[in-house]
């Protein structure tokens, strides 16, 4: 399923254990809502606030969950924009920047090929983890970067 879609970035996302960012806290609910709020963000850059209006629906993402030996939540997540790529719309340095602000360390890096994408995200199924994916998820289809 993941292989069929073309995914524009890898992402590792972590909490500090203690971080003071607008949305505090390391609990799954709150990593939750830290997360989609941090894809609004790039969304709402994007394409401005009404980003939910449009036909697209936004970055299309699938994301997992692990937790880290200390216990702490982190996530994989892979995403792509529906109407371009992503590498040339959204600067990753950017929002690395951003994301280690608000919340903690974190890898966001264009993959050197599809196949890296599914090798990267079956990985952290197999470890127990859970998936979900953006709501526009199979709804549209990002351009290939290859």
Not at 20 to 47: H, P, S, T
Not at 94 to 106: L, S, T
């Amino acid at each position: 399923m993941l292989s069929a879609q073309p995914w524009h970035w890898f992402c590792t996302l972590t909490f500090r254990p203690q971080h003071e960012g607008k949305l505090g806290g390391v609990g799954f609910e709150k990593a939750d809502k830290a997360y989609r709020w941090f894809v609004k963000q790039i969304n709402a850059d994007l394409w401005g606030n009404n980003w939910k209006r449009k036909p697209h629906g936004g970055l299309v993402w699938a994301r997992g969950q692990e937790f880290h030996k200390s216990g702490r939540i982190h996530f994989h997540a892979v995403m792509a924009s529906p109407v371009g790529d992503l590498n040339e719309v959204a600067g990753r340095y950017r929002w690395h920047e951003f994301w280690y602000r608000e919340f903690g360390r974190n890898q966001i890096e264009r993959p050197n090929s599809q196949s890296d994408v599914l090798d990267y995200v079956s990985k952290y199924v197999t470890k127990d983890g859970e998936v979900d994916f953006s709501p526009n998820f199979g709804q549209v289809l990002p351009p290939a970067l290859f």
